[in-house]
Each structure stands twice: as C-alpha cells, then as structure tokens.
C-alpha cells in the first residue's frame, strides 16, 4: 500500500513547514490529486487514519481537490475530459495523446498556528 508512504511524505512536508513558520500544529491542509494519479481513496483514508495521530496534523481540517484528467489528442489537438491514460479521442479516435492533467499529487496549502 503505497498510500501509507504518501502520508508519511505529507506529514513531512506539514512538519517541515511547522518548523519554518515557528508554528506548532497545522490546522487545515489542502491537497490536490489527479484521477490519474493511482491513489486508492479507502487506502488513503486508513492510511491518513493510521498514520496522522500524534503528529502536527492530528488535529487538521483535510479537504482533497480530485483534479480531473485531461489529453491532448497528438493527432487533432483536441483537449478532452479522460479516465484512463489511453483514453480514445472523441473527434478522431486516436488513442494517443499528451496528459496535460490529472497526475497531480501535492500539498497545495497549509494553515500552520
């Protein structure tokens, strides 16, 4: 379960950046995943669950931006809402093309006190 290492990277980040705002616990953080991103969301929750108790996020408001993916056909160039990497283009039926999002994974804000 890669989900575990995820929150133990996140607990980093908030703890690192308790440390640099001479803070002492984060009261809300604010992730982004991409649909893309493999992220089991029950795995990531027992995960959060397991691993957040007794760290600077104990107590923080977690709120999750699922960020959709997107392609960008290689052959017609049309931009279009995808849910698996080799995701069909609906103009032309080109199966390739570029992710332009959906693979994000990140702490996007924290409110340290």
Request: proline residues 4%.
């Amino acid at each position: 379960m890669h989900e575990l290492s995820i929150v133990q990277s996140i607990i980093g980040i908030a703890e690192e950046q308790v440390r640099k705002a001479n803070a002492k616990t984060v009261d809300a953080i604010e992730l982004e995943i991409g649909a893309l991103a493999g992220i089991e969301w029950e795995a990531l929750d027992f995960a959060w669950q397991a691993g957040v108790p007794q760290t600077v996020l104990a107590h923080a408001t977690r709120s999750i931006h699922r960020i959709p993916a997107r392609t960008r056909c290689s052959a017609c160039a049309l931009e279009f809402e995808s849910a698996e990497w080799f995701a069909p283009c609906p103009n032309c039926g080109e199966i390739l093309g570029d992710l332009i999002q959906g693979r994000e994974l990140r702490v996007k804000t924290l409110v340290v006190s």
